[in-house]
T-cell receptor, first 119, second 113 residues
Framework: AQKVTQAQTEISVVEKEDVTLDCVYE???????LFWYKQPPSGELVFLIR??????QNEISGRYSWNFQKSTSSFNFTITASQVVDSAVYFC????????????????FGTGTLLAVQP | AAGVIQSPRHLIKEKRETATLKCYPI?????VYWYQQGPGQDPQFLIS???????DKGSIPDRFSAQQFSDYHSELNMSSLELGDSALYFC????????????FGPGTRLTVL
C-alpha cells in the first residue's frame, strides 16, 4: 500500500533559521515519483519539486534543498535562512507509475506540515 | 505561463442542492485530476481523465460524477449536497507526452449550508 508520513504537524521558527521538513513514504513499486507542494494561506497548491525513484541526486534551488534517500524511504526538504513568506503548509506526495507511463497516477499526500516563520 | 483555471472560485449551496465545478487545464495537457480537501486535511483524490476517458477513480461518492469534454475541460457534478461536502475542490492537469507533473488550479471553495 502507498503511504506518505509527515510526522511533524507544526513547526515554528524565527526568520533566518534553517528548517527541515521530514517525509517518509511507503510503496511496493520500484518506479515511483515524489513531490513537494506548498499551500500558502491563500489556499492554492504550488508545485515545488518532483523526483523519480531512479534519481537519488540531491537538489538545491536557491534557499530550498531536497535530500532523497531510498535506503530510508525519505525525501526531506530543507529551507535555508527561512523567511516570513515561507509560512505555509507543505505537503509531500507520492505517485506510482501511471497506466500510461510516467507520473500520471493519482497523488497520495501526506498530512502536511504547517510551517510558521516568525519575524 | 497559462495555469489551470477553475470556476467558480467560491460557491455556496443549500443541502440537497446540486453544484457544477468547472476546470480548464493548461493548454496541451491531456490529463485532468480532481481532488477534495476538507478543512485541515490533505487533498484526497476523487477521479481522473486521460484523453476524455476516465483513467482512475478514488473515493468519489456516487452522488458525484465527472467528465472531460472534447476541448479537454472537465466538469465535476455534485448532487444531493451534504454538509460534509463543504471543502476545497482542486483540479490539476498534466501532460503524458511532455511533463507529467500535476499542476493545480486555485481551487473552488464549496460551502454547503
Amino acid at each position: 500500500a502507498q503511504k506518505v508520513t509527515q510526522a511533524q504537524t507544526e513547526i515554528s521558527v524565527v526568520e533566518k533559521e534553517d528548517v527541515t521538513l521530514d517525509c517518509v513514504y511507503e510503496t511496493r513499486d520500484t518506479t515511483y515519483y515524489l513531490f513537494w507542494y506548498k499551500q500558502p494561506p491563500s489556499g492554492e497548491l504550488v508545485f515545488l519539486i518532483r523526483r523519480n525513484s531512479f534519481d537519488e541526486q540531491n537538489e538545491i534551488s536557491g534557499r530550498y534543498s531536497w535530500n532523497f534517500q531510498k535506503s530510508t524511504s525519505s525525501f526531506n526538504f530543507t529551507i535555508t535562512a527561512s523567511q516570513v513568506v515561507d509560512s505555509a503548509v507543505y505537503f509531500c506526495a507520492l505517485s506510482e507509475e501511471g497506466n500510461y507511463g510516467g507520473a500520471t497516477n493519482k497523488l497520495i499526500f501526506g498530512t502536511g506540515t504547517l510551517l510558521a516563520v516568525q519575524p | 505561463a497559462a495555469g489551470v483555471i477553475q470556476s467558480p472560485r467560491h460557491l455556496i449551496k443549500e443541502k440537497r442542492e446540486t453544484a457544477t465545478l468547472k476546470c480548464y487545464p493548461i493548454p496541451r495537457h491531456d490529463t485532468v485530476y480532481w481532488y477534495q480537501q476538507g478543512p485541515g486535511q490533505d487533498p484526497q483524490f476523487l477521479i481522473s481523465f486521460y484523453e476524455k476517458m476516465q483513467s482512475d477513480k478514488g473515493s468519489i461518492p456516487d452522488r458525484f460524477s465527472a467528465q472531460q469534454f472534447s476541448d479537454y475541460h472537465s466538469e465535476l457534478n455534485m448532487s444531493s449536497l451534504e454538509l460534509g461536502d463543504s471543502a476545497l475542490y482542486f483540479c490539476a492537469s498534466s501532460s503524458t507526452g511532455f511533463t507529467d507533473t500535476q499542476y493545480f488550479g486555485p481551487g473552488t471553495r464549496l460551502t454547503v449550508l
